[in-house]
Each structure stands twice: as structure tokens, then as C-alpha cells.
């Protein structure tokens, strides 16, 4: 540290930074309007300083949050940030510029301070559809235009007065007109709250104060984490995995990452992957850095706050072209599996030194599920978004967790009363998926099923992973169920690959089964009461039981 703040001050003052970006998550929370956002918390918020470094984040989305760190420059970088004045807030989902993709709707608030931004209060939050070909904007398509209607840095808000003619034209962009404005005012409240709670901050201990203690802290991140490597083996680090396919073409993608562990700095090199795809898996450099960093973060003291401090001891390299760095207009739509798969191969590679920190691939997918149509409750169309969740991985001395939406994920399952409540949809099934688990010492968690039964005709995407490829095991452990998305299960059961729109008709049922999670350790020396445990609770058959485990309950 400078000397300009002592130790004990510094974590109050760390704690007041990330208190306000609580009340910021809160705020937005219970002002939504969509499931997607209010209960499922697909949503973030940060403060940057002046300088547009990451000072505090909310406990919210991993996957946003490196986006946040590269969006946030890129937006203010573009719009300038000497036009912006005091009342002002930018609005923008242009995710070339750094962020995931089109859905995720970036506002920024500036705090003026003697003329110029001192800091800048973000919400970033997962809108439901933002146009483009298919209910929730999810979709196969070839350039990003096709994905949905693109907002460049501009003003929602000017001065204090919201610009009326801007969300009308968005309004008439999408098909969830009510919840996209009504999440949007949310994002707006939030940041309007970061900026007051920030004022008062700065009211309290001065300008200058604030300013230094946003420096030392992240000058003590910086330095925290540089002592953390310290303890990591140094040297160099790989793995490589493969999606199913880009969704054109039924050619794997592949995703390569090398990590080089030095003193102060960890560099990861995705040179190696795969070329940019005529379709929307292609991910950012912003969502690169959030994978990056969630890995870098399971192997280090978990204390460290993340902030850019953190960010500044880690380097991207890739490829101009590459799936990874993916030149305009590339669709990005579907990028966040992409992210999510680096993310499990990055924690595969410190597998190689860190064997107790690490788990076994998770269910490896985001899971994208959207549908809309007509909503014969209320005569207007409709769009519903959510992801599912799968097992966790098994790790060292413990079993994977069921039906969790794990690393860079972390939005929580949507309740099914909620959902049928608001939407012309029912369930004719939600449990956990049997035999969903891959094998091993430590088992990886189960799966989840749920069976859709749709009141009137929709369009039905998804765009996901793990049908081709199913989540791998390590140590000797076994690779788990994979997804499965079966139209019509008592009927045809017609299986489906891992990313298509289908038209359903009303009365129409469909199955998303999601892959389990992957076993840790030889399967032989699970014990045998764990198993007996498993067979009981109904997550293991006592076929599996004995074909795969070896397990003889003595009966007859």
C-alpha cells in the first residue's frame, strides 16, 4: 500500500465500495420485471473509478464480470467521456466493444466531480429478447445484425430526462416490450443508487480520500494476488477440449488453452484455438478474460478482492480471427458456452499442479433455453428465457452438487410455480435425472429434468453443449450422462442435437434432460456405502450400482 491508508481503514473502506454495489444488485433485483433477472439474478453491477478501473463488483454473475472490466472502457472510450454531463447515463449492448453478447444490456451512470467523471455506476443485466430471428434472441445466424437490434453507446438518460424517443424505438425492436422496459427503469435505478450511496461516500471523506483509497486497494489486490502465485508451481500448463459443433457445420470447435504460472503474472494463451465460425458461438475477448480469471480465482486465496487490481496480474493473448477474438460482424449470440468451456478446460490445465483444488468438468453448458409465441391467457406475445442447471463435478474428498448452475454461471433455476404463473407453459416434469452421474471415487452430481407442456403453439430454441462431448471425469474418473433434448418423450422421442429452433404445437411436450457432472478419482475405490447411500436416494440405479460400481447388495 501507499502508507496513505492503514490496513484496518482500508478493509472498512473495501467494504463500503462493495456494500454499495450490493444495494445496487438489490435495487435492480426487486425493480425487474422478467424472471429472468428478478428471480434468477442473470444480472451484475460494478463500480469504476475515474480512470475506468474495476474498483468493486456485487456478488453476481462471474461471466459478467470480466466483461464489465473490458465493456465498460470500450463504451465510455467510444462515446467520450468529456461530452458526458452531470445527469447523464449510457446505454449500450454493442458487444464487440467487450462485453458477451446482445442480450447483455450494459448502462453506465458517471459521477461528475469538478467537471469530469470520478467514477462510473454499472448494470449490466440479461434482457430477455432483443429482436433478431428467433423468440429471445437466441439463434444460428452468421453476423451479429442478424441477432438482434445493436445500441452503440448513446444516452438513455440526459441530464436527468429520460430520452423517450429511444425507448420507443426499442420497445418496437423487441417482443417483451413491457419487461424489456421495465427491466431496463430497473438498471437505471440501480445505477442511480450507486451514485448516490458514492456521493455520500465522497460527502463524508472528501474527494481525495476516496480517490487514494480506490488506489490503494487495488494496489493491495495487485499485490495480494502477486503473493498468492507464489505458492503455484511455475511453468507452463495445458489442456485442450471440443464443443459438439458451431451449429453450420458438424465439425467440433476447439478450444486450447496454454497457462503460463511466473512470479508476478499469469498469462493465458488461447493462440491455439479454433478459427472464428459462421455462427454464434464465437465469443469476446471480454468474456475470454472472465473465464480466465473465475480459474485463476479457484486456485488462489479466495479472499483477494477482485477488482483491478486482480485483472492487472493476467494476460490474454489470442488471435485476431479465432473464436476468441472473433472479427466484426461476427455473430457472438452463443458465445457464453464458449466462454464456459474455457473456463472448464483452463481448471483441467491446473489440474496438472493444483490436483486438490480442482473439480471435474461440470455439466459444461449454459444450457440457453428460449420460447415465445402468442399467449392464449392474454392475446400478446410473449418471450421466456432461463438456463438449466446440471451436476457439478466431483472433487477431491467430496461428491459434486446436484442441479447447480456452476463457475461462470451462477444464476439460480427458476421456480416452476413462478414460471407457470407468468407463462402459457406447465411441467409436466422436474426432478432430478437418474444415472446422470459420472463414476468415481468421489461421483459427479446428477443432472435435472424438466418436461415442458406448452398451452399454445412456440418457437422453441436452444443453443447449448455436451450432447457430442459429455462432461469428462479426472483422475480416473468417469465422463458423465451427456444432455439430452428429446421432442414428444412418450411418443416419437425424437432426440435433437445441442443447438436448433423447432415450432411446437400447442399441447406440445418437450424434454430437456442436462448432463451430470464428472467423476473424481477410480471408480473402484468408491465406498461402498456411498453407493448403497446413492441407490437408496434413487440417484443411481442398482443396475448402475453393480454394473458400473461393482456393487452387490446381497439380495437374491
Known amino acids: 500500500m501507499s502508507g496513505r491508508v492503514d490496513a484496518l481503514h482500508l478493509e472498512i473502506f473495501r467494504h463500503a465500495l462493495t456494500g454499495i454495489t450490493d444495494e445496487m444488485s438489490l435495487t435492480l433485483r426487486r425493480a425487474a420485471y422478467s424472471t429472468n433477472i428478478k428471480t434468477r439474478l442473470d444480472f451484475s453491477c460494478s463500480l469504476l473509478d475515474g480512470q475506468v478501473r474495476t474498483a468493486a463488483q456485487s456478488f453476481a454473475q462471474p461471466i459478467h464480470l470480466g466483461t464489465i472490466a473490458r465493456f465498460v472502457p470500450g463504451i465510455v472510450a467510444a462515446y467520450g467521456a468529456d461530452r458526458l454531463r452531470p445527469g447523464d447515463i449510457l446505454v449500450c449492448n454493442d458487444s464487440h466493444l467487450g462485453g458477451l453478447h446482445l442480450n447483455d444490456v450494459c448502462v453506465v451512470a458517471p459521477l461528475i466531480v469538478d467537471g469530469s467523471p470520478f467514477a462510473y455506476a454499472v448494470a449490466m443485466a440479461h434482457h430477455v429478447d432483443v429482436g433478431g430471428g428467433t423468440p429471445g434472441s437466441i439463434g444460428l445466424w452468421r453476423e451479429q445484425i442478424q441477432e438482434g437490434l445493436i445500441i452503440p453507446p448513446v444516452l438513455v438518460v440526459r441530464e436527468g430526462v429520460v430520452d423517450e424517443t429511444l425507448l420507443s424505438l426499442w420497445r418496437s425492436n423487441v417482443r417483451s416490450p413491457r419487461e424489456t422496459e421495465g427491466d431496463l427503469r430497473a438498471q437505471l435505478a440501480a445505477v442511480t443508487i450507486g451514485l448516490r450511496r458514492l456521493g455520500e461516500l465522497i460527502e463524508s471523506r472528501g474527494a481525495e480520500h476516496v480517490r487514494d483509497g480506490i488506489d490503494d486497494l487495488l494496489e493491495y489486490s495487485r499485490r495480494r494476488t502477486i503473493a498468492s502465485l507464489g505458492a503455484l508451481p511455475k511453468g507452463t500448463i495445458r489442456a485442450v477440449d471440443h464443443m459438439d459443433d458451431d451449429g453450420v457445420s458438424d465439425r467440433p470447435v476447439r478450444v486450447e488453452v496454454a497457462i503460463d504460472v511466473a512470479d508476478d503474472r499469469v498469462t493465458f494463451d488461447l493462440t491455439g ?45 489470442t488471435r485476431p480471427g479465432s473464436i476468441f477474438d472473433p472479427k466484426r460482424p461476427a455473430a457472438i449470440g452463443a458465445g457464453a458456452d464458449t466462454v464456459g468451456r474455457l473456463c472448464e478446460t483452463a481448471i483441467r490445465a491446473f489440474a496438472g499442479i493444483l490436483p486438490k483444488r480442482v473439480a471435474a468438468d461440470s455439466k459444461g453448458s449454459m444450457m440457453n433455453i428460449s420460447f415465445g409465441g402468442l399467449n392464449p391467457r392474454t392475446g400478446e406475445h410473449f418471450v421466456y428465457y432461463e438456463t438449466q442447471a446440471g451436476g457439478y463435478g466431483g472433487r477431491d474428498g467430496i461428491d459434486g452438487i446436484d442441479a447447480v448452475q ?51 403453439p412456440v418457437t422453441f430454441s436452444i443453443m447449448t453443449e455436451r450432447v457430442r462431448f459429455a462432461p469428462q471425469g479426472l483422475f480416473g474418473g468417469g465422463p458423465a450422462r451427456s444432455n439430452h433434448f428429446i421432442r414428444d418423450p412418450d411418443g416419437d ?54 454394473d458400473v460400481y461393482g456393487y452387490d447388495d446381497g439380495a437374491d
Not at 485463476?296 to 493476467?314: A, E, S, T
Not at 406440445?508 to 441407490?535: K, L, M, N, W
Request: net charge negative; proline share 8%.
Open 406 to 456: 456452476p463457475h461462470v454461471q451462477n444464476t439460480e433455476n427458476a421456480p416452476i410455480e413462478e414460471t407457470e404463473a407468468n407463462y402459457p407453459v406447465l411441467y409436466r416434469q422436474y426432478a432430478l435425472q437418474p444415472d446422470s452421474e459420472g463414476p468415481g471415487r468421489w461421483r459427479g452430481g446428477l443432472g435435472l429434468r424438466r418436461d415442458y407442456v406448452f398451452e399454445g
Open 273 to 317: 484455438c479454433d478459427d472464428q465460425r459462421p455462427s454464434s458461438i464465437n465469443a469476446t475477448r471480454g468474456g475470454a478474460l472472465s473465464a480466465c480469471a473465475y480459474a485463476l480465482r479457484c486456485m488462489i486465496d479466495p479472499d483477494i478482492p477482485v477488482n483491478d487490481g486482480f485483472y492487472q496480474v493476467i494476460d490474454i493473448r
Open 493 to 546: 422421442a425424437e432426440r435433437l442435437p445441442s443447438k436448433f429452433t423447432v415450432d411446437l404445437p400447442a399441447g406440445g411436450v418437450f424434454s430437456v434432460q442436462t448432463a451430470g457432472g464428472g467423476g473424481f478419482g477410480p471408480v473402484a475405490e468408491r465406498d461402498p456405502a456411498a453407493v448403497a447411500d446413492d441407490v437408496e436416494s434413487g440417484r443411481v440405479s442398482a443396475a448402475r450400482a453393480r
